[in-house]
């Protein structure tokens, strides 16, 4: 007879397996996986509320992002598949790794607000094979370097007052800069968001920040967040894996969800936007 330990262990298997057949049959290497938990509750820090309005966050938005690039799915015990992404995060640097049960479920600590997470697919269809395997290349050309945690200290110069923040450090990762810098490689530029809510100063006269180009962003002063590149049309969500809870069981498998399927109002407002 099997032990409790064992029995446990089986079950993740099983229903880590229902998570991963969709994933690896719907997501294509080179595609971004986000990581977002949605909470009902505003930050508690006054500065944090106003500093989100600036990036461009909805009334009503409380959601926390993490971005990684898919990169495949290979055997790396056992016989099972796994999908594996590329990630940078303060504990760990920049890492490839295959998706491990805590990104499809939320445990949280005794008397914190239990979340809802999601893992969801954002696939660029226009992007060709040998595209997708530069983007995979340049990811994994990334790996160990460590995280760049800068910040809102570099972006303060573009919210606060439309202008070039310093140059990036191509020795350091961020979990969102990846992403970008990936498909910035196969020749993709990104739009200058609008910013309805930041002072954004000399943009607002200039209709861009000062020091970038007028109609994108240059990536090496990037000042994008994760939330910007979801919000990209030219992209499309084909795959959202939903949490509920700390059970693999309770996680919910919708294809082709659309953005932000969790709340109809932020995906009214966020749908009269574009990137």
């Known amino acids: 007879m099997a032990n409790p330990t064992e029995t446990d262990s089986i079950s993740e298997r099983k229903y880590l397996r229902r998570l991963y057949e969709p994933f690896m049959d719907t997501a294509i290497p080179g595609d971004i996986a986000f990581f977002?938990?949605?909470?009902?509750?505003?930050?508690?820090s006054l500065k944090t509320r106003i500093y989100?309005?600036?990036?461009?966050?909805?009334?009503?938005d409380y959601s926390a992002w993490h971005t990684s690039v898919y990169v495949g799915a290979k055997k790396s015990s056992g016989d099972q598949e796994r999908p594996y992404i590329v990630h940078a995060t303060e504990?760990?640097?920049?890492?490839?790794?295959?998706?491990?049960?805590?990104?499809?479920?939320?445990?949280?600590?005794?008397g914190k607000e239990l979340l809802q997470c999601?893992?969801?697919?954002?696939?660029?269809?226009?992007?060709?094979?040998?595209?997708?395997?530069?983007?995979?290349?340049?990811?994994?050309?990334?790996?160990?370097?460590?995280?760049?945690?800068?910040?809102?200290?570099?972006?303060?110069?573009?919210?606060?007052?439309?202008?070039?923040?310093?140059?990036?450090n191509s020795d350091r990762v961020s979990c969102h800069g990846l992403a970008f810098n990936a498909y910035g490689l196969i020749g993709l530029l990104f739009p200058h968001p609008r910013l309805r809510y930041a002072p954004y100063l000399l943009g607002r006269i200039i209709g861009h920040p000062l020091g970038h180009p007028a109609d994108h962003v240059d990536l090496r002063y990037n000042y994008l967040r994760d939330h910007h590149l979801y919000g990209d049309k030219r992209g499309e969500i084909s795959l959202a894996?939903?949490?509920?809870?700390?059970k693999l069981e309770n996680v919910e498998v919708k294809l082709n969800p659309g953005r932000y399927s969790w709340d109809t109002a932020l995906h009214a407002a966020y749908g009269s936007l574009a990137l």
């Open 36 to 44: 977002i938990t949605n909470s009902c509750k505003p930050p508690p």
């Open 52 to 60: 989100r309005r600036w990036l461009g966050f909805e009334p009503g």
């Open 91 to 110: 504990k760990n640097n920049t890492t490839e790794e295959h998706l491990r049960p805590s990104f499809f479920s939320f445990k949280p600590k005794e």
């Open 118 to 168: 999601r893992t969801e697919i954002l696939h660029f269809p226009e992007i060709s094979t040998a595209q997708r395997k530069k983007i995979v290349e340049y990811c994994r050309s990334q790996v160990g370097k460590p995280f760049d945690g800068d910040g809102w200290q570099l972006d303060f110069a573009t919210y606060g007052f439309g202008i070039r923040c310093r140059e990036r």
């Open 241 to 246: 894996l939903v949490g509920n809870g700390s």
